[in-house]
């Protein structure tokens, strides 16, 4: 049987904190369903590695890192000590777009136990995931300014999309629509107002929907979309969106359903050619990093992505099923939720339910 | 006194059937402040219009209400029988456009006796303005497409920020901001991501808050804005965003506050060159169309705050003042508030508080 190998990057704050008890859960899954993995521990992709080297990672990152089965990240950036252009773009957006991770995937759940700010919404009502475009669209590096400290000055950026970055993240949407019940996609667009790029993104949909017989699929402009995340989140099923509308509908949505700070995320290259990224949707928290008071679920659930990405659907689905146990059992819960355990106490409880 | 000449445009759908309403109320409004108002209706910009002489608009509409002090529009488009980009950019988005109405601004209020998916929250605790770019932004008409049906086909479309056109929204923001009793300016960014544009904006904002030492600002990247749309309301007083931003803030706020049915908006040019237009958030809603139950009280709303525009500060309280009062005694509301009354009624009941 094949043993996995996972680059363990626990990065900054509470990535560090968090990261013990997602490899103690990931340990006590793989041994109760027969999974063999290796952690490997890397500390770049850090504050502290930066100050020492004045780069975020070592220049063969990607000979240290890009045979890996996946790679299990913590959280990045420091905005008071470092740039989130030299932190951000110097690791996790440096490997969405050199390990072609071109799918940023979230689910949005109502989870037993978690307050949502939507009022009548109960468990099982909310439970969709967000597929992401994650390298190309609205993040370009295509742009300019001209004259500057002028009147005439002015500032432009491309909005770039191709048709085979287009139609893979279509596919992966249709694919995931299609292997759920509902079968239901829907695609974000402003093709009213966003005239040029987003009428080719509906004119993809609507090809790639015809490959798709068996799922049904609508398409809302962005602006009452997210109007609609709040208003009617048992609407949607899949929800697929370029690079920026994906990443605000994977904010909002977590949000919606009281998870932002437990919702897991996975940055994915569905060909397996180069490793995925998994990671919880939380930054690296420099308020309450050092306390050991982070909640360690979104690091947990991250892992449970990870192992489904890896074929191993039962032993990252007795993850999921042993976070909803240990949520919906209201006497142990970190800060965030009302709780006053702490992150090792958090993350054993989830490790007994396993 | 000067006399308004407001120019009605009542447009598709549900607009025809809340307009009346909307005029009733400005009508005893401006008798009861002594507010002079002419109204010349316009059947323009409607769907009817355009079977009859195959465009939206005549060619000669600005000369016909380029001189009005305002625009009353009720809404506009019908995607069965003409698509968007005939109906919108051939009528709403020239206005903004060629009568450089280059703000945007809507409420974002949680009003007595309308039910907020949000839980918790009561009337008081949410009171904030979207104020939005209107012009330029992701809105642009920069772009094109490459190697159609090829693999290497690839769609660009610029995003574009003037110094004018960034400076003059921001000016209008850190105004109204200054002008309120918080004053507390939010800016949508998203910089981390939006590596050339979002920057500038950025920049911009710090530049002209120094010229605002009395307004508190701070700044969100879109993501966590939206989510803290639904998380935090209370934490805003006034919002700004591009073009692209603006928009679907503008439509998540009143979505939080369950007033997308009822909320107005104001397409306005500050120094008065053109008239401005102010209109309900709502479109044209072909599903309810033509049975007398839309609400009209967007359209009203809409009303108050083309007469604050012109000046006429207290006659435009007096109608906010009339829906508040109207929508907290319940027994009295149209369908999608629950209640049964039709257009006509609940237009009269508004005119008879004000
Ligand atoms: C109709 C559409 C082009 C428009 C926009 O996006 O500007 C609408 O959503 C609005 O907010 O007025
Ligand atoms: C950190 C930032 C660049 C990033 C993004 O916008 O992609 C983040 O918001 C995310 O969703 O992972």
Redo the contacts with the bound molecule.
Sequence with gaps: KKQYRIAVIPGDGIGKEVMPEGLRVLEVAAKKHGVSVQFDHFDFSSYDYYEKHGQMMPDDWKEKIGKHDAIYFGAVGWPAKIPDHVSLWGSLIKFRREFDQYVNLRPVRLMPGVPSPLANRKPGDIDFWVVRENTEGEYSSVGGRMFPDTDREFVTQQTVMTRIGVDRILKFAFELAQSRPKKHLTSAT?S??ISITMPYWDERVEAMAKTFPGVKWDKY?I??LTANFVLHPDWFDVVVGSNLFGDILSDLGPACTGTIGIAPSGNINPERNFPSVFEPVHGSAPDIAGQGIANPIGMIWSGAMMFEHLGEKEAGKSIVDAIERTLAERTLRTKDLGGNADTTACGKAVAEMV
């Design positions: 402003k009213n107002g402009h602006d009452i």
